[in-house]
């Protein structure tokens, strides 16, 4: 089958309604993007950057990947990340990861699953780092959720160490890098209670957060 036909409908109803609510929508959408944030999200089908914070197109500039990394040899996420801060001059770059996180759980487990492994050789690296404090964690608490939490944090400071984003706290571009994590269960965003911006010691933010690190209960 070359087409999806219910796609395209789909697509034309959405397209509809904007206009019948906006008539003028396309046309300023069309003609300029200007958004205040950068979303480094997930790949997962079930995190939708515009939608979980109730956003419109051209609000929010996205990158997802695997497990929401920030890694510096990935020209796909740097790209976006200079276009972002230099040219849309977005003044929030959002790291947003999520429980239950499928890449997070695959370099969690002792186990090989192909390709995806080399891309998560910098996230077995996070397990690794904090491999005692996962091991001194209570009972009742998922260690994978963890692990999802402990991974934004990190990718939060690899953000803040960029050439880009340092590049930009030089020239004195106001920019704030948060850590969030959304709960697939009831469809709510948290604070990891990390934020980083150009007076703020990256490894002062890592260890407060860290600190209050904690999962959920289960």
Not at 63 to 87: F, G, K, M, P, T
Not at 161 to 182: C, F, K, N, S
């Amino acid at each position: 089958m070359r087409t999806l036909p219910e796609l395209f409908r789909s697509n034309r109803q959405w397209a509809e309604r904007l206009k019948a609510d906006d008539p003028g929508f396309f046309t300023r959408l069309s003609n300029q993007q200007s958004p205040e944030y950068l979303w480094i999200g997930c790949a997962d089908s079930r995190v939708p950057a515009n939608q979980i914070i109730d956003l419109q197109p051209g609000d929010v500039f996205v990158h997802r990947n695997v497990a929401n990394q920030v890694i510096h040899a990935d020209l796909n996420c740097l790209s976006v990340l200079q276009y972002a801060v230099e040219v849309l001059q977005v003044r929030h770059v959002i790291v947003c990861g999520h429980y239950g996180c499928g890449g997070v759980q695959a370099a969690f487990d002792d186990q090989r699953h192909g390709l995806v492994d080399n891309w998560l050789g910098h996230l077995r690296d996070v397990a690794e780092k904090y491999a005692p404090l996962m091991s001194a964690l209570p009972p009742g608490v998922d260690r994978v959720d963890v692990l999802c939490e402990l991974n934004v944090i990190e990718q939060v400071i690899n953000v803040a160490h960029t050439t880009v984003v340092q590049d930009a706290w030089d020239r004195g571009q106001p920019l704030w890098i948060h850590g969030w994590i959304y709960a697939l269960e009831d469809g709510l965003l948290n604070d990891l209670a990390i934020c980083v911006d150009a007076e703020t010691r990256p490894a002062d933010a890592r260890r407060a957060a860290v600190e209050a690190c904690r999962g959920r209960p289960r």
